[in-house]
């Protein structure tokens, strides 16, 4: 009996030791913040313009990012709802890729840039939701010289009001 006890308590330590170490060891990309001046200057510039254009940010964030990985966003989305999209990838990179896929995992948005030409760093799209459902977004940039901590910033707007062309002069 009592070595079918020490046999259970010794398996239950291996099985342990082994999921401890396999935590440790897996290859999961863990999204982590990122410090590029320049990038978040030009964050603040588009916010300030898409906001004048009465969009409200829902979601924004800076990451750090592998050359070659997308990292996946996932977002609620209402039917009907005009929704502004901005990624700025780090200025060293080659390219930049931006695809989004609905619920049903269907691609409804690709966009590419390659390096080399003026605000080729950004990418930006529109898009009204068909449906009231999540939505994935994945960003990626492709960078040959840097393969790790390329920062990337994304921000999600959402239209909220109407913005009259011209304002109204007292006679």
Known sequence: MKSILYRIIL??????????????DDNTIRVSPCDDQSIQRLADSLKHLYAGDGFQILREAAMT???EYEIPIIVPMSKGTAYQFVFIGDTKSTGYEVKMYDYQEKQVVTQKKEAGRSGSNIISYSYTARMSEYHMIKPVQYNNLQKKNLCGYVMLFKKTEAIAGTHAVAP
Not at 12 to 21: E, G, M, Q
């Open 11 to 24: 398996c239950n330590v291996f099985i342990s030791a082994v999921l401890h170490s396999n935590a440790q």
């Open 65 to 67: 990012m592998e050359s």
